[in-house]
């Protein structure tokens, strides 16, 4: 048996949520795309907005949170997608990391990872530290 990814969504909005609401058979959202796949378990998401939580919760029936250190205080995933917007990526980040557990080991950012180069060289510099795997997320669409 195939040991499940265990993976949280942080921001609920277009990128980590919204786009496919309510749920459409092309995958255009992280929560979607995670819900779907066979070797991924939706563990929860955590989003500002209540609006957001309770949409989330719907289509999803997992837990919800406002803010990373609740999440993060209750649940051990292996994998953190960042959607939010991008001025947030290293304050994010870096909240992650002070919460960080043995189990995880990977943190995907929304692109783009950030608009000033030294906070980039930063995210890059703490994943290291912390032996966590940083990907920026980069989808290609075909015609």
Known sequence: MIKKIKSIIIGLGRV????????????????????????????????????????????????????????????????????TPTKTHLKVLKEIVNFKSDELTSIVVEKPISYKNFETLEMLKICKKKKIKLFVNYPFIYD
């Open 16 to 83: 980590g949520l919204l786009y496919d609401l309510p749920a459409k058979k092309t995958l255009l959202s992280h929560s979607h795309s995670i819900s779907k796949h066979k070797s991924y378990e939706l563990l929860a998401g955590v989003d500002k907005k209540f609006k957001n939580r309770e949409d989330f919760k719907k289509f999803y029936n997992r837990p919800t949170f406002r803010s990373v250190k609740d999440a993060l205080s209750k649940l051990k995933p292996n994998l953190i997608i960042i959607s």
